[in-house]
Each structure stands twice: as C-alpha cells, then as structure tokens.
C-alpha cells in the first residue's frame, strides 16, 4: 500500500468523531456513517446462523479492518470469520487473506460502495466468499470461486428463500428474518 494512502487513512480515522468508519481502495477513501437499526438487526440475524456452522478454528469478528497491501486495499466489512491466530494481534487491521468470508449488507447512502468497489476488491484481496445482504433491494447475493481477479460464481436470493453458503460453513441461509428498508 502506497506509504501516503495509509497515513491519510490513519489521519481520517483519528480525526472522525465516533460512529464513523473509513476504508481505501486504491487511491479512494470510503467514509460511512454508523448503520441503523435494521441494518444491526439484519446482521444479527445472518451472524446467528454463521455462528452456527463456523468451523473450531474460525472467529466472527465485526468491522475489522482487513488489508492487502500489496494490492492497495484497505477494507472493513460488516462481518468477517477469521482463523484464531488472526486475531491475536494488538494491530487495528489483520491480513484479508486470512477471512473465510466477507459479509456486507448494502448501505442505503452508498450502494455502490458495496455493490461495485467490494467486488472489484474483494477478489484481488483473496476473500473466497462475499456475501452481500441487500435490505433495500430484499435480495440476498453469494460471490465465490474467486481467482485473484474477480469471482466467477455469483447467486442471487430473495429475502423468504434459502442460499447455500459453501464450506468451510456449509449451511443454508435463512432469509425470511431479515427486514427491508
């Protein structure tokens, strides 16, 4: 990661006041105000069932920054399950490489940050699941089978309909809980 880009996005996470988080993705700082009640809401929902299925070894862990340096990418999903040792660490950020799978639900204000950015750089970052809870959309979406450049699976729910999340969890996603905007 370019030495500037990293101490601008140490400067802009020092200065911003609390409920604020902030990401980079190549020479773009993403800057986010806290989520709503529905979106906390939702991400219980879909964690509880994680947290069910994740293998010994994995840990949830929420808004942890995960970097790839060497592509330029700072980024803090929602959810996150990371190997033991990953977080045995009094760093802020873990390498994104390590996460088992990147789960987001989709920012009213900034949709793209989510459904075009996180794409792009989730792949290059080496995270071999992204799902993507759409609350305003009541879809639910599954990226897998990256290769180092963008994933080559993609499957597509509405909220009331199951999606099967592949190992290491190996499960099918509720989604009749989860709330619309």
Do not use: C
């Not at 996470?13 to 709503?36: A, C, H, N, Q, W």
């Not at 989510?114 to 759409?134: C, F, N, S």
């Amino acid at each position: 990661m370019n030495p500037e880009h990293f101490a601008l996005l140490e400067e802009a996470r020092r200065s911003l006041p609390d409920g604020f988080k902030v990401e980079i993705s190549g020479d773009t700082i993403v800057m986010m105000v806290s989520p709503s009640g529905i979106h906390q809401r939702n991400l219980l929902m879909v964690r509880r069932q994680f947290d069910a299925h994740a293998p010994a070894g994995l840990l949830p862990s929420e808004n942890t920054d995960l970097v790839s340096p060497n592509v330029g990418k700072s980024r803090n999903p929602d959810l996150t399950y990371l190997p033991d040792e990953a977080l045995e660490t009094t760093d802020n950020q873990v390498p994104a490489e390590a996460a088992a799978v990147a789960v987001e639900l989709v920012s009213p204000s900034n949709p793209e940050n989510d459904w075009v950015g996180k794409v792009r750089d989730y792949p290059l970052m080496g995270i071999p699941l992204y799902l993507l809870i759409d609350a305003g959309q009541k879809t639910v979406t599954l990226f897998s089978r990256p290769d180092g450049t963008r994933y080559h699976r993609r499957e597509d729910v509405d909220f009331g309909e199951h999606l099967h999340i592949p190992e290491p969890f190996g499960f099918d996603l509720v989604t009749s809980g989860l709330l619309p905007y």
